[in-house]
């Protein structure tokens, strides 16, 4: 007897029941649907966990209230399982896919990546898109029958294509990959367990990222303000945003700014959800699917914001960039991360055995440098700056 209850869901949503299975069958579970135990693999994992001390913006030690990878996971899966609940989708999938988006970074956030597919530009590069593969296919080792988490496919799909396909539909790479390539990783697995790169993903896929837009547009505004990089009243440059201010000024006037910023927040992310909603009804209004393969062989995505919000949204995007991603307080945390991954790196490279727990280090130095990248990527922010103290006589602030 199944003790979990099936709700009735679109037609066009993932269906549970029907999933195309595991790379390594398993008896299904009588308690959990396929998407739940996906889930709570994902939240049992060691990456999953360590994302408690990774970078989202600023770096941990900085302060208790700024967005981890680990807490956006948990704005994003929220958000993520409120659209799919408003459109009739599976939620317990868009929360699984929403858990899982970030588990490839590396430490000190995008510093961190840019830094090490730097240093692995004559190895296949680095893409957190496809470490959150491998991390998830080989290098949690937590089961005794395989390697990895063993996923479903809709999971391994939507972890893959949530961004849109990979492929056009006459196997060139297109959109991130067009110029770099498919990472070999994602190429290796699509010949064992094929993913149907030229295609988009599912409606849930879709929706995990758009919630991921949502939450980090909402959140970093809101640590920026907290940081003092820039005050509320400059927020009104983007007339988005400055609409809503306000609004808020109208419904509280004399409002302090600590609680004006959190009421920003809110109704950025209220917005921002019902547009996507209302815009993504209308688009599946027009397609009318019968299914999910009807989503997946679409010409455009069907989880979008309307062309007034799309707007709306890259300027709030564009004043980040400027005023928060490229702040000089920023700039100097980045140099200061890419110097800590890289003589890391460098080091290791050199010295393997100086990599604690790796077992046999592969003598071909592509492999031996794919070691390396895991290892870094693994580590949190703190554990990457102590083993740079350990390994060096100086290490960068990161202050």
């Avoid at 900085?62 to 948990?74: A, F, I």
């Avoid at 130095?365 to 006589?393: C, P, S």
Wanted: proline share 5%; charged share 25%.
């Amino acid at each position: 007897m199944l003790f979990y209850r099936d709700r009735p869901l679109s037609p066009f949503a993932v269906d549970h029941r029907a999933s195309r299975g595991r790379l390594i069958a398993e008896a299904a579970s009588p308690t959990r649907t396929p998407f739940q135990r996906d889930r709570d693999r994902i939240i049992h994992a060691h990456a999953f966990r360590r994302l408690k001390h990774k970078t989202q913006v600023f770096v941990e030690h900085e302060g208790d209230h700024y967005r981890t990878r680990l807490t956006h996971s948990l704005e994003v899966s929220q958000i993520a399982r409120s659209i799919a609940r408003i459109l009739g989708l599976d939620e317990d999938l868009a929360e699984t896919l929403a858990l899982a988006h970030d588990l490839g970074h590396t430490p000190f956030g995008h510093a961190g990546e840019d830094a090490l597919n730097a240093l692995m530009a004559d190895y296949g590069g680095f893409d957190h898109n496809a470490q959150a593969l491998r991390i998830v296919t080989k290098l949690e080792r937590r089961y005794a029958a395989f390697d990895g988490l063993n996923l479903t496919w809709e999971s391994l799909e939507g972890l893959v294509k949530h961004n849109g396909p990979l492929l056009t539909r006459e196997g060139k790479p297109c959109g991130r990959y067009e110029k770099t390539g498919v990472p070999q990783d994602i190429l290796d697995h699509e010949a064992v367990f094929p993913l149907g790169l030229a295609q988009f993903a599912s409606a849930e896929a879709q929706i995990a990222a758009l919630a991921d837009d949502i939450a980090y547009d909402a959140h970093d505004l809101d640590d920026g303000l907290r940081a003092g990089l820039f005050p509320l009243s400059a927020l009104r440059a983007v007339p988005f945003l400055g609409g809503l201010l306000d609004e808020i000024a109208m419904a509280a006037p004399g409002l302090d700014e600590a609680r004006a910023g959190h009421e920003l927040m809110r109704r950025v992310i209220t917005r921002l959800v019902e547009d996507a909603a209302a815009e993504s009804e209308a688009r599946l209004i027009a397609l009318r699917p019968q299914s999910a393969a009807d989503i997946r062989g679409a010409a455009q995505p069907v989880i979008a914001f309307s062309n007034a919000m799309q707007a709306a949204e890259k300027a709030v995007k564009a004043y980040l960039f400027a005023s928060m991603y490229r702040h000089p307080r920023l700039l100097t945390l980045r140099a200061a991360a890419a110097e800590i991954i890289t003589g890391l790196f460098t080091r290791y490279l050199e010295k393997p055995g100086e990599m604690a727990g790796q077992g046999s280090i592969p003598q071909e130095e592509a492999a031996r440098a794919r070691l390396v990248a895991d290892y870094i990527a693994g580590m949190t922010d703190r554990f990457a700056q102590k083993e740079h103290q350990r390994l060096f006589d100086a290490t960068p602030a990161l202050r």
